[in-house]
């Protein structure tokens, strides 16, 4: 096979003869940060596999105001909605947040493998469950937590995310994103986490 399926978390439970499929019809794209990968309201045009780097999913809102729904990482898939939908419209806008490499599989490939292997349809399913919950966490803690109180869970989950991958820094725009909230907030809270 060409591509390294092993570090696809959602392809490791496959067969074999699923993954040659799947090996035969994506193809890789990198990515530099900062650089788009879909845009809200496009066309679908395919599933992604993100091989190596780091991939945010994220909304705009009318006053230019951003708010991350989730960060995708190695081993994970992003734009598993639209392929399944039959209005494929990109539902948020995804970048990269670190140079990436992205395993392309286009949406017409990815319903007819689906269609071909029901392994793989499960398998995206189980990945929509998670993510589904990942959000219900999210809206739960938007309604009910503090900012003060988002910001420090935020940190711990990155503290501990850290001890695994290092790499990833967070400016106050970053972390204002990705809990909801604007930046000055976020120096406020820090401040007042720190005294």
């Not at 990815?110 to 499960?122: D, K, S, T, V, Y």
């Not at 400016?171 to 809990?179: E, F, H, L, S």
């Amino acid at each position: 096979m060409r591509n390294d399926w092993q570090s696809v978390a959602l392809t490791s439970d496959l067969s074999t003869q699923c993954r040659r499929e799947l090996d035969a019809c994506v193809w890789q794209v990198a990515y530099r940060k900062g650089e788009a990968v879909v845009w809200e309201d496009d066309d679908c045009k395919a599933l992604y596999f993100v091989s190596s780097g780091v991939v945010e999913i994220y909304r705009t809102a009318v006053d230019g105001r951003e708010h991350t729904l989730g960060v995708i990482m190695p081993g994970q898939v992003l734009n598993v909605v639209p392929v399944l939908r039959e209005e494929a419209k990109n539902p948020a806008n995804a970048r990269c947040i670190r140079d990436t490499i992205l395993l392309v599989l286009g949406r017409e490939d990815a319903r007819r493998l689906m269609g071909c292997f029901p392994e793989l349809a499960i398998a995206l399913a189980a990945e929509l469950a998670d993510r589904l919950q990942q959000m219900t966490r999210k809206a739960g803690a938007l309604a009910l937590h503090t900012v003060r109180q988002r910001l420090a869970a935020f940190l711990i989950a990155e503290a501990e995310k850290g001890e695994k991958d290092p790499h990833i820094f967070w400016t106050r725009d970053d972390m204002a994103r990705q809990i909801g909230t604007v930046r000055d907030v976020i120096g406020r809270n820090l401040r007042d986490l720190e005294s």
